[in-house]
């Protein structure tokens, strides 16, 4: 089992900057592959950036790739998403998502989401 809780979201301004953290409880946390989605109003909930186990390998959707930057601290179990040069398109629930390691990739378990809202 794995909790998970999101911080850091907020409202900023075009072209501004946010970091997103998830705190993890449970003792596995490095077993897990960490991921970030979002949904924005009247839309899917879409993938947004993953990140191996020992955060050696990252993973973004097209849409962020040089934007976002995705972390993981497992000492710490937080795994983070630097958000630069930020987009009104970006406005939405982020969450948190750990899944375990195998095919075909599924996440398990979430958090509650954190709203970020960005300004033109």
């Known amino acids: 089992q794995v909790q998970l809780v999101e911080s850091g979201g907020g409202l900023v301004q075009a072209g501004g900057s946010l970091r997103l953290s998830c705190a993890a409880s449970g003792r596995t946390f490095s077993n897990y592959r960490m991921g970030w989605f979002r949904q924005a109003p009247g839309k899917e909930r879409e993938f947004v950036a993953a990140?191996?186990?020992?955060?050696?390998?990252?993973y973004y959707s097209d849409s962020v790739k040089g934007r976002f930057t995705i972390s993981r601290d497992n000492a710490e179990k937080v795994v983070y998403l630097q958000m630069n040069s930020l987009k009104p398109e970006d406005t939405a629930v982020y969450y948190c998502?750990?899944?375990?390691?195998?095919?075909?990739?599924?996440?398990?378990?979430w958090g509650q989401g954190t709203q970020v809202t960005v300004s033109s």
């Open positions: 990140v191996s186990t020992s955060g050696g390998t990252t």
């Open positions: 998502a750990a899944g375990p390691v195998r095919i075909p990739i599924t996440y398990d378990y």
